[in-house]
Every structure is written in structure tokens, then in C-alpha cells.
């Protein structure tokens, strides 16, 4: 049973960090592309960033500069840095994976490619 479960989520003031981490189980990671999305309340959910099984990645307009996503293959886990943040960064923080032969080009960053999803981690940043 494939699982991914964030972990890492809390309350941040503005210009402040957090870093999230997603465990995964039950599939092959290092064949999978991951992703980050979040979503506000009454928002769709967005893509943030994607890390392809080679250590390519994509960030959304509105992070880039700010996060980084990372994976470490040995540990299953995949990680999402999260640095000057802003109000606007508030939300709730998913995981996202799906199958990839590595020649993908995850931009811009949509849901519906993903296939499992973790549960979400909240976030607030306090202005």
C-alpha cells in the first residue's frame, strides 16, 4: 500500500522558515517524480514544486527563490525548504507522487498528473 505522510507543518512569522519532510512506503521511490502542492481555504490546490527521479526540479512563479525541494532515495523521504516566507504561503501542504520513466517536464505542476497524495501538513505564516 503506497503511503505518504507529511510531517513538519506549524506557525511561522513572516520572513521566517519551515521545513516539511514526506515519508513514503509502499512503492519504488526512486522511480517516482514527487511534488509538493498546497492548498488555502476556499483556493485549488497549487503546485509548488516537482523533483524528477533524476534531481530534476520545477517551482511554481510564486516560490521560486524562496523554497527548495529536495529527495533522498536511501531514506524515502522527500523534503521541502521553505525560506522568506510570506501570509500569502499559508496553507495546507501536500505530498504528491506518481510513476515516472525520468524524461517528464513537470510544468507547470497539475494535480491531476499525481497519482497518491499524503494526508497535508498545515502551515500559517503570521504577518
Known amino acids: 500500500e503506497v503511503q505518504l505522510v507529511e510531517s513538519g507543518g506549524g506557525s511561522v512569522q513572516a520572513g521566517g522558515s519551515v521545513a516539511l519532510s514526506c515519508a513514503a512506503s509502499?512503492?519504488?521511490?526512486?522511480?517516482?517524480?514527487l511534488a509538493w502542492f498546497r492548498q488555502a481555504p476556499g483556493k485549488e490546490r497549487e503546485g509548488v514544486a516537482t523533483?524528477?527521479?533524476?534531481?530534476?526540479?520545477t517551482y511554481s512563479d510564486s516560490v521560486k527563490g524562496r523554497f527548495t525541494i529536495s529527495r533522498d532515495n536511501n531514506k524515502n523521504t522527500l523534503s521541502l525548504q521553505m525560506n522568506s516566507m510570506e501570509p500569502e504561503d499559508s496553507a495546507t501542504y501536500y505530498c504528491?507522487?506518481?510513476?515516472?520513466?525520468?524524461?517528464?517536464?513537470?510544468?507547470?505542476?497539475?494535480?491531476?498528473?499525481?497519482?497518491?497524495w499524503g494526508q497535508g501538513t498545515q502551515v500559517t505564516v503570521s504577518s
Open positions: 504528491a507522487a506518481v510513476w515516472s520513466s525520468g524524461g517528464g517536464t513537470w510544468y507547470p505542476i497539475l494535480a491531476s498528473d499525481f497519482d497518491y
Open positions: 523533483i524528477e527521479r533524476d534531481g530534476r526540479t
Open positions: 509502499g512503492f519504488t521511490f526512486s522511480e517516482y517524480c
